[in-house]
């Protein structure tokens, strides 16, 4: 899953207002070949309808300055606020109550948390408003013949993107999403998009651009699929020896030790747990030069196959008990 961060995406947007397309740029190229021959011995495309297509997609230097631009990882006192305010907390209470029904149905059909559901949608597309403006084919076209570090990735996706749009019966030069090729409300990959989404109201379509039946259905499938635990806990915090913690933070994505192996490290949690839990350990810098470190369960792990960044894990944690409580209290 790939999620669009705001300032990458304007960022990206600014820069194809002042970046020409090279359209037809793929014509005639060995690399574009050797894709639709694939394409077409793997799974049946015709030939000649696919070349048409990718002789459709323009190539966007824009999106390879956003792909050069080099990552620079904020703390987690200056990435919070982007995340967990009070806008994302009002609008995602606005949202449940304007969508409770299709919320309670998910969360009873695969045992997700509605707040959950509710963050991971305000996180992503502020409630389906920054979707992207990209045409799909020309945001996966650009990574996957333009650049040689991701092409493997990228080809894998814009393979599974064809193939999503022969299964939706859509026009692929119709779709929209980010600069990356994400797509909808909650920004699937198309490879996420096949494997995950669903039709939520029985239409027949799985719509995560316009329907909120299908994009609230479908992060709930997603999660469930991805090992969420009804009711379970998401973090505990956590104290520790600074030498363990840094050892153990090396390994912020896996679950490899219990709660007992764990504190039989010098791992201390702040709640009662079950010894046989799985758990992670991770740090947060709270402010400069002051950092607390917390376990992450198997629901933080989920949150993490959904994005794999520990602060955006703990960013949608948070944000989804703000939204909870303002929707319990009614405000």
């Not at 979707?131 to 650049?147: N, P, W």
């Not at 894998?156 to 999503?164: D, R, S």
């Not at 779709?175 to 669903?198: D, E, H, I, L, T």
């Amino acid at each position: 899953m790939t999620a669009v961060k705001p300032l990458a995406l304007a960022a990206c947007l600014a820069l194809s207002l002042i970046a020409p397309a090279h359209a037809a740029s793929l014509a005639g190229r060995a690399d574009v070949d050797a894709f639709i021959e694939q394409m077409v011995r793997n799974h049946g495309f015709n030939r000649d309808q696919l070349s048409a297509t990718l002789l459709q997609a323009d190539t966007k230097p824009s999106i390879l300055a956003v792909f050069d631009k080099p990552s620079t990882a904020r703390p987690w006192y200056r990435f919070r606020p982007s995340f967990v305010n009070d806008t994302l907390t009002q609008e995602g209470a606005a949202f449940w109550a304007r969508h409770a029904a299709l919320l309670q149905r998910a969360s009873e059909q695969y045992g997700v948390d509605e707040a959950m559901i509710v963050a991971i949608i305000g996180i992503e597309t502020r409630f389906g408003r920054n979707m992207g403006s990209f045409r799909v084919l020309d945001a996966l076209a650009t990574v996957a013949f333009d650049y040689p570090r991701r092409a493997s990735y990228f080809q894998q996706e814009l393979a599974a993107f064809l193939l999503l749009a022969q299964e939706e019966r859509r026009d692929p030069t119709q779709f929209k999403g980010s600069y990356a090729g994400a797509m909808g409300w909650p920004q699937f990959m198309p490879s996420s998009f096949r494997q995950w989404a669903v039709d939520g109201d029985g239409d027949g379509q799985r719509d995560i651009w316009n329907n909120p039946a299908d994009v609230i259905a479908s992060v709930a499938h997603y999660f469930q699929q991805h090992g969420w635990q009804r009711g379970g806990a998401i973090v505990v915090a956590a104290t520790a020896p600074k030498a363990v913690a840094d050892q153990l933070a090396q390994d912020k994505f896996n679950l490899h030790y219990s709660v007992a192996e764990l504190r039989a490290m010098g791992v201390t949690p702040a709640a009662t747990l079950d010894d046989t839990a799985k758990a992670v350990l991770f740090p947060l810098e709270v402010a400069p030069g002051e950092t607390e470190y917390w376990l992450g369960l198997q629901n933080f792990y989920t949150i993490t196959r959904y994005n794999k960044s520990t602060l955006y894990a703990m960013a949608a944690q948070q944000l989804a008990e703000q939204i909870r409580q303002r929707r319990q209290n009614g405000r």
